[in-house]
């Protein structure tokens, strides 16, 4: 009986041990079928290949930022974030000893007195409140010798000497005048010149056509710029004129003798002076715009806060239009040689999460031939604007930041394996 089982158990293993043919063949086929599936697919399917670094949104004409000039406390902020402000507007004053209406008041004295007028002179009325911090002892001086001076006027002076000085007074002003004129046009000029240098600046992609349109704009931007600074030396020259015939007639009227004009010269280098001392000061402690456009805080977070030297305490994002959006990308080197222009670009930014809003396509405008600190700086153009995979238009910020995904080329999934494999074992 034992044998029986033992020869049956041995039968039944035989059996359950060998396959039916025809299992092998059909496992085979289904293998071989999968196979040829997964090839033809992975051939056919093709993942992005894509070198991936921060981007930062921005314009043509930059915001353009202001920098602390010294260390301080922050004792006026004189704006809102969002104003708009013209060219030259104080927008904050950093603490002094000085108060700076009381500056400003001097300055516009200074202004006054600067042309040597004689009527200038005898309605001025020194005002020895002011709190000029720094500036009070060489102050002081000015009003002493101001006073040591005597404006009044002398009847017996040659009227017709002083109406052919005025005579030319006259005609050198209205010679300031259309060099003012000519200045405005030139610094227009100039602000087109400097706008087509930085546009094809941007663009510049190593093209040897595009590096002689870069050189001969900057050609330009360099002549304009010495056109204006001929034309204020032109104007300077004029003002200085008017400035000497001035003394002339006040010496005149003034009957001077010697001992008057060597009190005059004093009182004049004194208030030159002090003009300086005073320009040197709002440098050194206003915040002023350097052009005219909107305010945007980009450190400053209120009054009496503490700035060092060198801090960027705000900018002014010039006003225009935002038409020409462009995104600007450092790519470190590990990858950049796959970059090139033309190539399509993903860009999902921080602050609109892309699960949400989607994203924006982008494509690579130009491309640095050389590193800055082993770093390539990359243009990024955007022909739809801000409107995103998802149909939405996002709101311009300046500076808003996100990610760039620069995709270099479509890979086959067989290719990359195959590369993977490669890799390995190459």
Same mark, same amino acid.
Not at 81 to 89: F, I, K, P
Not at 114 to 126: H, I, K, N, R, T
Not at 200 to 209: A, E, I, R, T, V
Not at 358 to 371: F, I, T
């Given at each position: 009986?034992?044998?029986?089982?033992?020869?049956?158990?041995?039968?039944?293993?035989?059996?359950?041990?060998?396959?039916?043919?025809?299992?092998?063949?059909?496992?085979?086929?289904?293998?071989?079928?999968?196979?040829?599936?997964?090839?033809?697919?992975?051939?056919?399917?093709?993942?992005?290949?894509?070198?991936?670094?921060?981007?930062?949104?921005?314009?043509?004409?930059?915001?353009?930022?202001?920098?602390?000039?010294?260390?301080?406390?922050?004792?006026?902020?004189?704006?809102?974030?969002?104003?708009?402000?013209?060219?030259?507007?104080?927008?904050?004053?950093?603490?002094?000893?000085?108060?700076?209406?009381?500056?400003?008041?001097?300055?516009?004295?200074? $202004? &006054?007195? /600067?042309? =040597?007028?004689?009527?200038?002179?005898?309605? @001025?009325?020194?005002?020895? *409140?002011? #709190? !000029?911090?720094?500036?009070?002892?060489?102050?002081?001086?000015?009003? $002493? &010798?101001? /006073?040591? =001076?005597?404006?009044?006027?002398?009847?017996? @002076?040659?009227?017709?000497? *002083?109406? #052919? !000085?005025?005579?030319?007074?006259?005609?050198?002003?209205?010679?300031?005048?259309?060099?003012?004129?000519?200045?405005?046009?030139?610094?227009?000029?100039?602000?087109?010149?400097?706008?087509?240098?930085?546009?094809?600046?941007?663009?510049?992609?190593?093209?040897?056509?595009?590096?002689d349109r870069l050189d001969q704009a900057r050609k330009d931007l360099i002549d304009k710029e010495q056109g204006i600074a001929r034309i204020e030396g032109d104007i300077s020259d004029e003002k200085q004129e008017i400035s000497d015939l001035n003394v002339q007639i006040l010496a005149i009227q003034q009957g001077f003798r010697a001992g008057n004009m060597n009190r005059y010269q004093a009182l004049r280098q004194s208030l030159s002076k002090l003009s300086g001392e005073v320009a040197a000061w709002k440098q050194k402690y206003l915040l002023s715009a350097p052009t005219e456009g909107m305010v945007s805080f980009y450190n400053l977070r209120r009054e009496q806060q503490y700035v060092n030297e060198g801090d960027k305490v705000l900018?002014?994002?010039?006003?225009?239009?935002?038409?020409?959006?462009?995104?600007?990308?450092?790519?470190?080197?590990?990858?950049?040689?796959?970059?090139?222009?033309?190539?399509?670009?993903?860009?999902?930014?921080?602050?609109?999460?892309?699960?949400?809003?989607?994203?924006?396509?982008?494509?690579?405008?130009?491309?640095?031939?050389?590193?800055?600190?082993?770093?390539?700086?990359?243009?990024?153009?955007?022909?739809?604007?801000?409107?995103?995979?998802?149909?939405?238009?996002?709101?311009?910020?300046?500076?808003?930041?996100?990610?760039?995904?620069?995709?270099?080329?479509?890979?086959?999934?067989?290719?990359?394996?195959?590369?993977?494999?490669?890799?390995?074992?190459?």
């Open positions: 009986m034992e044998d029986k089982r033992v020869i049956r158990s041995e039968e039944v293993q035989e059996i359950l041990g060998t396959p039916p043919s025809w299992i092998v063949q059909w496992g085979t086929t289904v293998v071989l079928i999968s196979l040829v599936v997964l090839g033809a697919l992975s051939w056919y399917f093709k993942y992005p290949d894509k070198v991936s670094s921060k981007l930062t949104l921005t314009t043509l004409q930059p915001p353009v930022p202001i920098f602390a000039k010294t260390d301080g406390y922050i004792s006026r902020v004189l704006v809102q974030d969002g104003d708009s402000v013209q060219q030259n507007a104080i927008l904050a004053v950093i603490a002094s000893g000085a108060t700076y209406e009381d500056v400003l008041k001097l300055e516009a004295d200074l $202004q &006054l007195l /600067q042309g =040597f007028d004689q009527d200038a002179f005898l309605s @001025y009325e020194p005002d020895r *409140t002011l #709190q !000029l911090g720094e500036m009070q002892s060489d102050y002081a001086s000015f009003v $002493q &010798l101001y /006073q040591d =001076f005597s404006f009044t006027k002398n009847t017996n @002076y040659d009227r017709k000497s *002083t109406r #052919q !000085l005025k005579s030319q007074i006259r005609q050198i002003e209205e010679g300031i005048k259309a060099l003012n004129v000519e200045l405005d046009k030139a610094n227009e000029a100039r602000l087109l010149a400097q706008r087509q240098f930085e546009l094809y600046h941007k663009q510049y992609d190593g093209d040897l056509s595009d590096l900018a002014i994002l010039p006003f225009q239009e935002f038409d020409n959006i462009i995104g600007e990308v450092m790519l470190p080197i590990a990858g950049s040689g796959k970059v090139q222009t033309g190539q399509r670009v993903i860009i999902k930014f921080d602050s609109y999460p892309f699960q949400e809003f989607g994203y924006v396509e982008g494509v690579v405008e130009s491309k640095a031939l050389l590193p800055q600190n082993d770093e390539y700086f990359v243009k990024i153009g955007l022909p739809a604007g801000l409107r995103t995979s998802f149909g939405q238009d996002l709101v311009f910020r300046q500076q808003m930041s996100g990610s760039a995904e620069i995709i270099t080329e479509d890979k086959r999934f067989l290719e990359r394996a195959l590369e993977k494999l490669l890799s390995i074992f190459g």
